[in-house]
Nanobody
Framework: QVQLVESGGGLVQAGGSLRLSCAASGSIFSINTMGWYRQAPGKERELVARITSGGSTNYADSVKGRFTISRDNAKNTVYLQMNSLKPEDTAVYYC??????????WGQGTQVTVSS
């Protein structure tokens, strides 16, 4: 089992920045990919960014050049630095990890609200 706890969400004006953190605990030795997803009201959950254990990353086209995902393996934590935020980035952001056994775990989510 892996437990994920997100933090760092909040309210910010358009053009501002936020940094999300997701700390993993439990069977952390089995963690492979870590990522961030988001879900806006009335929309499906979508991938924002993910990073492999080797450091390879990929991003949704809508956030490329504005968001940066990183991970600190010593702290079992993944980060999402969000710059130049737009109102359309407003959503609940979820941390997700996939283990080496291909089991996925989700965090509880953190609200990000960007005002215009």
């Amino acid at each position: 089992q892996v437990q994920l706890v997100e933090s760092g969400g909040g309210l910010v004006q358009a053009g501002g920045s936020l940094r999300l953190s997701c700390a993993a605990s439990g069977s952390i030795f089995s963690i492979n990919t870590m990522g961030w997803y988001r879900q806006a009201p009335g929309k499906e959950r979508e991938l924002v960014a993910r990073i492999t254990s080797g450091g390879s990353t990929n991003y949704a086209d809508s956030v490329k050049g504005r968001f940066t995902i990183s991970r600190d393996n010593a702290k079992n934590t993944v980060y999402l630095q969000m710059n130049s935020l737009k109102p359309e980035d407003t959503a609940v952001y979820y941390c997700r990890t996939v283990t080496t056994q291909a089991v996925a775990y989700w965090g509880q989510g953190t609200q990000v609200t960007v005002s215009s």
